[in-house]
């Protein structure tokens, strides 16, 4: 009894306790820290006297550099190596430090950085009503002297800002864009199917995608070939792979000292202190032979399907097959039917006339293949199969020209299906999926 | 034994609720300092807007990008700074200007949403179309994609101010009603107004494929398009329509001046003209 009576006092005293003591200094209260808080930032950001570098990389991928200055008047100067203009001309517009769920950094009037996440896919070079998945407002979550961490608060991206030098003020977004101007140049590599990098005695396949800032290349082990594909940014040196490329025992994270010829439309450049190039070229690094068997050895149940005929010289549907009437699409179809005893293989034209509950196989040449020890398809012409409209003979006679073209052409896989490449020149190829 | 062991426990604990203490917290020392971020040094954008809309209107024009203000789960950007006054002057002379010249000087201040938020980016929807404007229960209009803002390209104008006339109809709808009978004129008001064309509604009596939404839309996109278009723009459209629709036109455009003149005082005519020749003056 007596136990249970001192129990109820202890509860009872420790239920009634209070503490008076509760009157926090002014400057300890929750709200004037966090306004502290901010307030050291924001000098942080306006006291470094050649501004910041910055290097974005989006929620959607790759990355971007910046230099802003950040001014007391909570205006901001930005260049920017997303394009041509940002890198030589600063914009100035205003940013914020506002306390959300954490202090956050805010651009909060359009500069180059809004690019990216400009929901206008003809502005971000990214996808309608999304841009690059790209950020404007941060939050910030780590800072030391030299560098802020940040984090955008809706798609995610990332941000680290260190503070540049008076070298770095002049020189940082300058050198920058130079790496991208001349890098870029892989863009007007468009008359060949092949580009191709080669660094010291070893050559690969190579692609880049500049808008997106990603590289594929394509690499051999032993003869299966594999693609690898990295998102890029852009460095004062050269161009940083944000993933490693260790394909076939190479070891490439950056490509370096980038330069342009224009006169032998050569890109130069070093990986790992080793000369490289890359160039346009009318074959591919290594035929890809396995998969010139798997195309030939189709049984021919199924047919493969192209959008439009043959780019050539760099212009889609060179010979406007998808000019004719009613054109649906390109029925290519491996061991169509047999004459004589002997398979051969259709380019079917397909159509869908209005109103027409379904398509027809129209007509279209009919060639004869055969797969050469190198690894090539060559296709002789055998006939016309079908009914072919007059009027389309400027249409299908360069095109069964291309076809049957003695030098045959090399079956690479890609992400989609397979592209057929002319082995003559290199310059005439046809985009084929299931 | 059990309940005087209860009852001494409460007796105990209401002699301990007595002995404690009371907290005398002073809240008239207390100073209170918010979250920070809310205020900036003004420029030459914010003098204007004072001058030219908070001042004299008591209307806000917000063009600092405020995630608070806008869709949260929206990619949108914020405006150029280089538009702001540009856009808020072409709204001055070719909105407020001609109803203050028809209605008196008070109509606007009385009428007029007290916000303005300004987004430079369109607003993508789901279902592939753009939003270029939105209001909030008379209060806040947003305006989006004014980084294409030109104000030679008449086109985009029309296209900003189409917005504005909308959403200030609304406004004028929601504090005095429009006659009933706008409701049957046409009645094949449809959620899915996005997918049929323009030639589709106005051949079945709708100004714009968005008046087919509801009849407030299709009310408040006639006063748009008779103001923006002008009487020549707005003929011209109507007469392009099949003869039956052509009828239906008429009625609610005489219904919308009817509307005004009853409701307002105005001579929607006469504001009209003034609303066009403040769009060619730009």
Known sequence: MNKILLFCLILVSSLSGCQKDDELSADEKPDARLSQTLEDYKAQLVNSEYGWKAVLQPGGGAGYSFLFKFGANDRVSTLSDVNATAAATALESTYRLKAQQRPTLIFDTYTYLHILSDPNETVSGGDRGAGKYSDFEFSIDEVTPETITLTGTLQNSKMVLTKATREDAANFIRNTAAMAKAFENISDFNTYYFKRLTIGNVAYDISADTNLRQITITYFEGETAKTFTTDYYYTETGLAFLTPFTGGGANITNLTAIQYNATTRTINLT????????????????????????????????????????????VPDAYKVSSIANFYFIAFWP?????????????????????????????????????????????????????????????????????TDTRGFYVVTTEYGIDLVSAKDGKSWIHLYQ | MKTTLIKLFFLLLSVGFLGACTKEDDISEVELLGLGGETWV??????????????????????????????????????????????????????????????????????????????GSPEYNSNGTITLGTAEGGRKVVLYKLNDFDKKNKAEVKEMLHTIHHEFGHILHQTIMYPTEFKNITTSYTASWNDFSLTDARSRGYITEYARASPDEDFVEMISIMLIEGRTGFNASVNSAPAS??????????????????????????????????????
């Open chain 1, 271 to 314: 990986v790992n202190n080793v000369a490289g190039t890359i160039q346009e070229s009318i074959r591919p690094a290594k035929i890809n032979v396995q998969a010139a068997r798997n195309f030939f050895n189709a049984t021919g149940e199924d047919y493969w399907l192209a959008e439009t005929g043959f780019t050539v010289n760099g």
């Open chain 1, 335 to 403: 061991k169509f039917d047999t004459s004589n005893g002997q398979a051969y293989d259709l380019f079917g034209v397909v159509t869908l006339a209005p109103n027409a509950d379904k398509s027809v196989l129209s007509f279209g040449p009919t060639a004869v293949s055969r797969l050469t020890s190198d690894g090539r398809i060559v296709y002789t012409y055998l006939k016309m199969w079908g009914e072919q409209p007059a009027e389309t003979e400027p249409i299908i006679t360069p095109t069964t020209q291309l076809w």
């Open chain 2, 42 to 119: 003004k420029g030459p954008i914010d003098t204007w807007l004072d001058q030219n809309y908070l001042d004299p209107y008591n209307i806000e024009v917000k063009y600092r990008f405020d995630r608070y203000e806008v869709a949260l789960d929206k990619v949108l950007t914020p405006v150029r700074e280089d538009k702001v006054i540009l856009v808020m002057e072409s709204i001055k002379k070719t909105w407020i200007e001609p109803y203050e010249q028809q209605a008196g000087a008070n109509f606007i201040k009385t009428l007029s949403p007290k916000q303005f938020v300004l987004v």
């Open chain 2, 245 to 282: 629709a052509q009828a239906l036109l008429r009625q609610k455009e005489a219904l919308v001046v009817r509307y005004f003149k009853e409701a307002w005082n105005i001579d929607f005519y006469s504001l009209q003209t003034k609303t066009q020749t403040a769009i060619n003056a730009l």
